[in-house]
């Protein structure tokens, strides 16, 4: 009995330090990502456009920019990628549905809810009033204010959803922990 017991508390042990692992793993990864956003914010804000160009071309890591999103209560600030896949959120927000950046209509934009805080994290800290700035790729920043945050089933498909016509909205999507819900912030054009 007494081996029995040494056996199930090695094992027990390794099972801890295993899953010790993969947390450190994870967020080094989460760091190592971090540091690279923030080399593309600031070469994106380096940027001009040059004469004839209608808008900036950037990539990060092989997927194309489309903005930027800055919500400074929270201090986020990423790039905005063009497309919703599972290598993408990896690596930053993305878009995830309606028109482009700063356009009449209602802009998505998903991100991870990491534990460590990173991507969209710390968006549950928002309040009703606070606000989102984005920035399309020519050059050109519109600052929305939060008017709603609530949380609904992954199957909500009315988040989507233009509430005003004719207006300029934006829609930040992330998970619960948990995954079971998804908390939704809304903002509109100030």
């Keep these: 009995m007494k081996k029995l017991c040494n056996i199930l508390l ?31 914010i600031a070469n994106l804000d380096q940027t001009e456009l040059q004469e004839g160009q209608e808008e900036i071309i950037a ?53 991870h809810n990491n534990y460590d805080g ?21 050059k050109i920043t519109k600052q929305y204010e939060i008017y709603d945050i609530f949380k609904t089933n992954p199957d909500d498909i009315s988040i989507l959803e233009v509430q005003e016509v004719g207006t300029r909205e934006v829609t930040l999507i992330t998970c619960t922990n948990g995954n079971k819900e998804r908390l939704i912030v809304k903002a509109r054009e100030i």
Excluded: H
């Design 10 to 40: 090695i094992l027990i042990s390794l099972a801890i330090l295993v899953v010790l692992i993969l947390i450190v793993i994870k967020y080094t990864q989460n760091y190592k990502n971090e540091q690279e956003i923030v080399e593309v």
């Design 59 to 111: 990539e990060y890591d092989g997927y194309k920019i489309i903005g930027t999103i800055k919500i400074s209560k929270i201090e986020l600030e990423y790039p905005i990628l063009e497309e919703t896949t599972e290598q993408t959120m990896r690596k930053s927000v993305t878009y995830f549905w309606g028109n482009g950046v700063n356009e009449i209509g209602n802009l998505c934009i998903a991100g």
């Design 118 to 138: 990173t991507m969209f994290g710390k968006i549950k800290n928002l309040e009703i009033g606070d606000t989102i700035e984005l920035t399309n790729m020519k």
